[in-house]
Nanobody, 123 residues
Framework: QVQLVESGGGLVQAEGSLRLSCAASGRTFSRYAMGWFRQAPGKEREFVGAVSGSGGTKYYADSTKGRFTISRDNAKNTLYLQVNSLKPEDTAVYYC????????????????WGQGTQVTVSL
């Protein structure tokens, strides 16, 4: 089983940047595909990006418009999301997630979830 803990969120101004981190427990981190999702108030949980276990394959949602970068450091059991040029519409709780197998766009395919970290973007 994997336990996930997000960090790095906060209050930033528009056009600012943040680096979100997700620390994972266990000794088999590289076996898990990892994903980032977000959920804004009153909206459904939305796919942001995902990365394969080795880090060799990455998928992004169209909504990121090239501003987000997903990465992982398997030696540190850590997943990252670099978010640049933030907009107020990026305001949401950001969740990291894990699944055994290939990467997926669907939150239904992920087995483990963190508690989330709040990102708030002001004008």
């Amino acid at each position: 089983q994997v336990q996930l803990v997000e960090s790095g969120g906060g209050l930033v101004q528009a056009e600012g940047s943040l680096r979100l981190s997700c620390a994972a427990s266990g000794r088999t981190f590289s076996r898990y595909a990892m994903g980032w999702f977000r959920q804004a108030p009153g909206k459904e949980r939305e796919f942001v990006g995902a990365v394969s276990g080795s880090g060799g394959t990455k998928y992004y949602a169209d909504s990121t418009k090239g501003r987000f970068t997903i990465s992982r450091d398997n030696a540190k059991n850590t997943l990252y999301l670099q978010v640049n040029s933030l907009k107020p519409e990026d305001t949401a709780v950001y969740y990291c997630s894990a699944r055994i197998g290939s990467i997926s766009y669907s939150p239904k395919d992920y087995d483990y979830w963190g508690q989330g970290t709040q990102v708030t973007v002001s004008l």
